[in-house]
Each structure stands twice: as structure tokens, then as C-alpha cells.
């Protein structure tokens, strides 16, 4: 099976006879005999998704790693991040998906769960089965634990991702952001309940 591994701001992709599906245009080195060709969101996603994808305007797109040797991948000199998943579903903004490998399966929807507190045109990726994700943030990645009776409520603009039991609703109202002066319209704030683990990025957008 083809392996992430995190360096930094660098993702390590070791592919052996096998495919890492990529954030397009991110590789920056490569090692070995290794090819590249566009890819759909694939498994589950499919051509329905990159129907969805092109409607709302959204970037997101995969290209194919196939073969023997070690992917270089990065973006923007981000952090970088690798998250293991066993039989489990991960909520991604799409926005930060590097890089896939595995049995993994993806779906894309529409807004995302920022576009619902700003009203941009925003893509969730739903992220299921087993295997690995990169993800890129803005700053280290922040993993905070929710378990249930604490809920934890996020500013929409440092959410990233969320992995397992989780039940998020949006809150209105006063937030940190109108106490400073920042409010562009009705703040919004997102809440999580259950049990799984949230992950922020220290940086807003």
C-alpha cells in the first residue's frame, strides 16, 4: 500500500506498484518511476461530483500518482499533516485535501461547512474507509478532542476537518470575532457534539 509521510511543510508520498491520489499541480520532486494523469474525486465522488465540482466553481482537483518511488507534494508552504483513518469517516474542507491513500472513498458537497456562515460557494469533502489523508493548514495542525457533555464551538475560519461521532450545528449570535470589531454581517460559529476529534488551523482566512 502506498504511504504518507509528513516532513514539514513537505508531504512524503512512497508509492510501490500502487496510486496516491494528489492535490493537481502539487508535486514539487519525484523519485523512481513514477506517472502522472488527471483523476476524478473517484470512489463514491465519481463523475457526478466533478459535475457538482465545475457548477460551483470550486478548484479541488486530483491527479494520479502511479508506480515505484517517492512523491514529493506541497502547497503554498503550508504545514503539513498526515491523518490515519480505520474504517472511519473524516469531514475535510476540501480546500485543504493534499493527498489520499488507501482504500478510501470521496464525496464532494455543496457549501461547505464555512460556505454556510459566509454564503461563498464551498466544498466539504466527506473522506471513508481506511487509509491515510495529508492535509495542508495554515500554521500546525490543532487536533482538540470532543467528548460528549463538553461541546466545543470553532471560529468557521480556523475548522479544517472532523473525525468520528460528530454532530455540528451552527450557532448565532454574539462571537469573539463582533467583540472585535470584525463582524461582516451575522456571526456565526460552529458547535460540535459527540465524540471524535475537531482540527483547527492557529491562522484565519
Not at 508509492?15 to 483523476?39: C, D, I, L, N, P
Request: glycine share 16%.
Amino acid at each position: 500500500m502506498a504511504r504518507l509521510t509528513a516532513n514539514k511543510k513537505v508531504l512524503l508520498a512512497d508509492v510501490a506498484g500502487t496510486t496516491v491520489r494528489a492535490m493537481s499541480g502539487s508535486m514539487v520532486a519525484y523519485q523512481g518511476q513514477v506517472e502522472f494523469k488527471s483523476a476524478g474525486m473517484g470512489g463514491g465522488g465519481g463523475f457526478r461530483a466533478a459535475i457538482r465540482q465545475r457548477v460551483a466553481g470550486e478548484s479541488i482537483s486530483l491527479m494520479e500518482c502511479t508506480g515505484n518511488g517517492r512523491v514529493h507534494l506541497a502547497y503554498q508552504a503550508q504545514d503539513v499533516t498526515v491523518i490515519n483513518v480505520q474504517n472511519d469517516t473524516v469531514t475535510v474542507e476540501s480546500e485543504h485535501i493534499l493527498a489520499v491513500a488507501g482504500e478510501l472513498k470521496l464525496d464532494v458537497q455543496f457549501a461547505g461547512l464555512r460556505g454556510m456562515t459566509t454564503g461563498q460557494g464551498l466544498a466539504t469533502t466527506k473522506v471513508m474507509g481506511s487509509g491515510q489523508l495529508g492535509i495542508v493548514s495554515d500554521g500546525p495542525l490543532i487536533g482538540l478532542e470532543v467528548v460528549p457533555g463538553q461541546p466545543l464551538v470553532v471560529d468557521p475560519d480556523a475548522y479544517v476537518a472532523g473525525l468520528g461521532n460528530l454532530q455540528m450545528s451552527l450557532v448565532s449570535g454574539v462571537s469573539w470575532r463582533s467583540l472585535v470589531g470584525d463582524g461582516g454581517g451575522e456571526p456565526f460559529s460552529l458547535r460540535f457534539e459527540g465524540h471524535g476529534r475537531v482540527y483547527i488551523q492557529p491562522a484565519e482566512r
